[in-house]
């Protein structure tokens, strides 16, 4: 069974750090570009980061992109080794409250994301 | 960035009825779109894609259209478990944004 599994969420004070993880299984992980999207309580979905996949070492990994409320303080990283997805968080703010998901793109021609985890909670409360 | 708008924001239908939800973009962008089913508690799950192609999956009265700003998702006859927010998506150039979701409910 394809699945995601995320984990790593909790309240951390305005300020912190939190290392989110997504553990991937029932695929190839390393062939598939992934992202990480969040949800804010009663709003909609906001993407937040992207990491391409594929077996081109050019591309697979090193092309990255954030959402500009994150850029500079957010990270997205992968282990192709370990099928796990990661987003380092720092400088955390309380409007990063959200659900976070992580999310597998249907290949890497594909852009649609088609496989979600069931999300991790953040919560940025003093 | 390009900005997402649905209409309506929420709709209320009964069980066989046909629901339509639009969806625009506010620059062009192909048939770069997406539609989302999400439910409380729940990830969104993917519908449609590249505007029209149906998600393996997904009940075929789900249907989807339109290219360059203008799109189109068709419930063809509401089902109970489609009782649902309905979001678009724009995969055309980064940020990709969601539109702001139409809710559907039971009348």
């Known amino acids: 069974e394809v699945q995601l599994v995320e984990s790593g969420g909790g309240l951390v004070q305005p300020g912190g750090s939190l290392r989110l993880s997504c553990a991937a299984s029932g695929f190839t992980f390393s062939d598939y570009t992934m992202n990480w999207v969040r949800q804010a309580p009663g709003k909609g979905p906001e993407w937040v980061s992207y990491?391409?996949?594929?077996?081109?070492?050019?591309?697979?990994?090193?092309?990255?992109y954030y959402a500009d409320s994150v850029r500079g303080r957010f990270t997205i990283s992968r282990d192709n080794a370990k099928r796990s997805l990661y987003l380092q968080m720092n400088s955390l703010r309380a409007d990063d409250t959200a659900v976070y998901y992580c999310a597998r793109e249907r290949n890497l021609k594909s852009r649609y994301m088609d496989v979600w985890g069931k999300g991790t909670t953040v919560i940025v409360s003093s | 960035d390009i900005q997402m708008t649905q209409s309506p924001s929420s709709v209320s239908a009964s069980v066989g009825d046909r629901v339509t939800i639009i969806c625009r973009a506010s620059q062009g962008i192909s048939s770069w779109l997406a539609w989302f089913q999400q439910k409380p508690g729940k990830a969104p799950k993917l519908l449609i894609y590249a505007a029209s192609n149906l998600q393996s999956g997904v009940p075929s009265r789900f249907s989807g259209s339109g290219s360059g700003t203008d799109f189109t998702l068709i419930i063809s006859s509401l089902q109970p478990e489609d009782f649902a927010t309905y979001y678009c998506q724009q995969a055309h150039s980064f940020p990709w944004t969601f539109g702001p979701g139409t809710k559907v409910d039971i009348k």
């Open positions: 990491i391409r996949g594929g077996s081109n070492p050019i591309y697979s990994g090193s092309t990255i």
